[in-house]
């Protein structure tokens, strides 16, 4: 029998929550406090997924860096296989939020989208007024 405890993150309470898999296959669960938290629980328990926050290199812009995160949450096991792929990936400025960076990364069927628009103008304003 695998056990497992997750602490759920849907709401305020962050209910601990006992995950129990069964000889036959069947979730058992306790100190769940409601419904939500036992989908998140079941779906941690058997296939846990993360949004990933990270940032790309980005050439023209003023900084350095373009903060990107995926459009949808993935796989915990290939994010440092995604994270290896973007930290080989250079952009060019300019760039607008919510721009695709990484069309339906790995085949995972998520998006790499960017958080931040930087653009050439907008980075000789702020060059500017740091001065």
Known sequence: MKQKEVICIICPNSCTVTVKQMPDGKLLMEGQ????GETYAKDEFL???RTLATTVRIKGAFIPLLPVRTSVPVPKEKL????DLLARLEV???FKCG???VKNVLGLGADIIATRTLGI???KKVACELR
Request: include cysteine; hydrophobic fraction near 30%.
């Open 99 to 101: 721009k695709v960076v």
């Open 92 to 94: 060019e400025a300019p």
């Open 121 to 123: 103008e907008t980075c």
């Open 33 to 36: 406090g409601c419904k939500r």
């Open 80 to 83: 440092n296989e995604i994270l």
């Open 47 to 49: 296939a846990p997924k």
